[in-house]
């Protein structure tokens, strides 16, 4: 496995009635891309706000409402937290894909179609059972940015800071934009 350097302002995309926004217990019992069910926990962070919308997105895919028909209250809600620099298992990169036998067109495979998370699993708990701290990985969340990363951080301890969570409006609308670990303004106003 390769590795990348990672560390920053990273965010996550919440139910706003959710207690605890960085608990990742719920993601043991159901798995995800990079966590079998029932193995480990693992929380799933987007390194800038237009992936994190792309995910957002993603919860009501299907579904016979947009998020004009939610109430604010029931709107997702973005969380921003700090990590400390560290190295992750690297499925960002061609290099790195390629160590991991995954495609470089990752997140999409030859046929064009997205990789599946039984695919991934497999590759999440060596990683887990290495002692690596998640896998850094390019998003494949539907019209996620060219470019955009998600990060699945195992639940090995660590404690993220937890910074401020942002209603809908103020994160989604396009009122506010993120770079890769960082948070900045977007608009007219940025430079």
Sequence with gaps: MRHVERGGTYVRVV???????????????????????????ALYLCRDVETARANARRLIEGQPFTFDDLRPERL???????????????????????????????????????VSHARCRPIGAAAWDAGEPGVACRSAA??????????????????LRRGRRRRFERWYRGQEGAGPGRLRRSGPAAS
């Design 15 to 41: 139910d706003p009635a959710w207690a605890d926004p960085l608990d990742a217990s719920f993601s043991r019992r159901s798995g995800g891309r990079w966590n079998p069910p029932g193995a480990f926990a």
């Design 76 to 114: 997702p809600a973005l969380v921003e937290t700090s990590l400390p620099d560290a190295r992750y298992v690297d499925a960002v990169s061609a290099r790195g894909l390629a160590s991991l036998g995954l495609p470089a067109s990752y997140p999409l495979d030859a046929r064009g179609r997205v």
């Design 142 to 159: 539907p019209g996620a940015p060219a470019g955009g990363e998600e990060l699945a951080l195992f639940d090995r301890g660590l404690r």
